[in-house]
């Protein structure tokens, strides 16, 4: 049972360029969530799927982010337009339904955006 | 208002001894859960402990014990016999609403524990 892994683990961009982040969550764990930690801070929620459904979004999900589950099992995160502001490390979680107490997270995706 | 709150920035301890990283709440929901998690420094988020609202008895994992109060509105983790490898970045968070209704978790800042030999 492979834990939930995250592609790429660095990206560097220049401000203004279009990102785009993989999780691939545990297997049958039909919860994936987003989060987002930047530098001395804890997590701060983005958005939450359940199967392909994305059932919540937080309001630091501007216009300019769009998240996609679009079977069911990956998840990608896109930032359009990006800004210096937006440099953090994005970190992406999932749950069985079995136990939705235990969000299991992924080892993250550090964004610098220069 | 915050909703989680962490007071310790960063906290020392002797390697065998015991420590308590303190986590107040705030939320207006009556059916809550509460959860400890752990940063190392590679950055993965290891989940801790959990405690629901309605749970009489205080959560313990281990090592880790979560110190529940709800009229306080607290829930101080406290690991035991502290061993070098728990050097790391403690989170508490929360997630409002029955059953998980409500997906996501809510973050504290976090406190920083050193583990001294």
């Known amino acids: 049972d492979t834990g939930v892994s995250q592609d790429p683990r660095h990206k560097i961009t220049k401000r203004g360029q279009n990102v785009t982040f993989r999780c691939d969550p545990i297997s049958e764990h039909n919860r994936l969530y987003w989060y987002r930690q930047t530098l001395g801070q804890g997590p701060e929620f983005l958005t939450y799927f359940q199967n392909e459904a994305q059932l919540e979004k937080s309001r630091l999900l501007s216009d300019r982010f769009s998240a996609e589950r679009p079977k069911g099992s990956f998840s990608t995160l896109e930032i359009q337009r990006t800004e210096q502001g937006d440099s953090a490390m994005y970190l992406c979680a999932s749950s069985s339904p079995r136990s939705y107490n235990e969000q299991f997270f992924g080892p993250g995706t550090r964004l610098t955006v220069l | ?117």
Do not use: H
């Open chain 2, 1 to 117: 208002a915050q909703k989680i709150t962490q007071t310790q920035p960063g906290m020392f301890v002797q390697e065998k001894e015991a420590v308590t990283l303190d986590c107040t709440y705030d939320t207006s929901d009556q059916s809550y859960g509460l959860f400890w998690y752990k940063q190392p420094s590679s950055g993965e988020m290891i989940f801790l402990i959990y405690q629901g609202s309605y749970d009489e008895q205080n959560a313990t994992e281990g090592r880790y014990s979560l110190n529940f109060q709800k009229a306080r509105k607290s829930a101080n983790l406290v690991i035991s016999a502290s061993q070098l490898g728990d050097s790391a970045m403690y989170f508490c968070a929360m997630r409002e609403g029955f059953g998980g209704s409500q997906g996501n978790l809510i973050f504290g800042k976090g406190t920083k524990l050193s583990v001294k030999p």
